[in-house]
């Protein structure tokens, strides 16, 4: 149901919000900036130190948070083929609101750093929260479900906007009963390039970022 490239196409975005959290110029801790700069995007947990050395109010530091969760709105409605054009705005919220009970559970460890050259490779584990895998797990049922509702003509006189907010509710429906029993698939360590641009000033490598957040939320399942 999910386009991986256009899930990647989408995270460009939060890449490019992720790169922009920087510590700045001279010493400084690769881990921290790698532990930091998730801590913002996935738990909008950030100390007075951090917003200091990246230059950000609490306020603008919170704003990247939700826009990182505006990025997972449109991820997942590209995932269930819910087109945001044609509902309320009211649906996007309620995915928005998904994803912030969804976030606080993101579980990640910064390990070790070593360095090529200029770049530091900081050890990042993973642990994919398993939600959309659960939830399509009854995708099955769910289709038969939904099928039920077509043929018993629940929808004859639906306009095209009451349709797709209808299985917009649904999808949402069977994403959100998933959030009690949230559980991770198996740790996934990658190498996290922290590099240094033109400016003397060092950040997390973009792939790197999409690399992080396809891992964060498990989506392959299909």
């Known amino acids: 149901m999910k386009s991986t490239l256009k899930k990647l196409l989408i995270l460009a975005e939060t890449a490019a919000l992720c790169a922009a959290l920087l510590t700045g110029c001279g010493s400084f801790s690769a881990s921290d900036l790698v532990?930091?700069?998730?801590?913002?995007i996935y738990l909008d947990q950030?100390?007075?130190?951090?917003?200091?050395?990246?230059?950000?109010?609490?306020?603008?530091?919170?704003?990247?948070?939700?826009?990182?969760?505006?990025?997972?709105v449109?991820?997942?409605a590209g995932y269930f083929n819910i087109d945001l054009d044609l509902c309320d705005s009211s649906i996007s919220d309620e995915i928005a609101d998904l994803y912030h009970?969804?976030?606080p559970h993101s579980k990640y460890e910064v390990g070790d750093t070593s360095t090529?050259?200029?770049?530091?490779?900081?050890?990042?584990?993973v642990y994919p929260m398993d939600?959309?895998?659960?939830?399509?797990?009854?995708?099955?049922?769910?289709?038969?479900?939904?099928?039920?509702?077509i043929n018993n003509g629940e929808f004859d006189d639906a306009t095209e906007e009451q349709y797709e907010e209808a299985w917009a509710g649904a999808i949402i429906d069977l994403v959100s009963v998933q959030l009690d029993s949230i559980g991770y698939l198996d740790p996934q360590t990658i190498s996290v390039q922290v590099t240094k641009d033109e400016d003397g000033v060092y950040g997390i490598d973009s792939s790197d970022f999409q690399r992080i957040d396809m891992l964060m939320i498990d989506y392959s399942a299909t």
Do not use: C, P
């Open 131 to 149: 939600v959309i895998d659960q939830a399509m797990a009854h995708s099955t049922e769910f289709g038969a479900a939904w099928q039920e509702r």
């Open 35 to 40: 532990k930091n700069n998730l801590d913002l």
């Open 116 to 125: 090529s050259g200029e770049t530091y490779l900081v050890s990042l584990t």
């Open 101 to 103: 009970q969804l976030y």
């Open 74 to 76: 449109q991820a997942f």
């Open 46 to 72: 950030y100390t007075d130190e951090y917003l200091k050395k990246v230059d950000l109010t609490k306020e603008e530091a919170h704003q990247q948070y939700e826009q990182g969760i505006q990025t997972e």
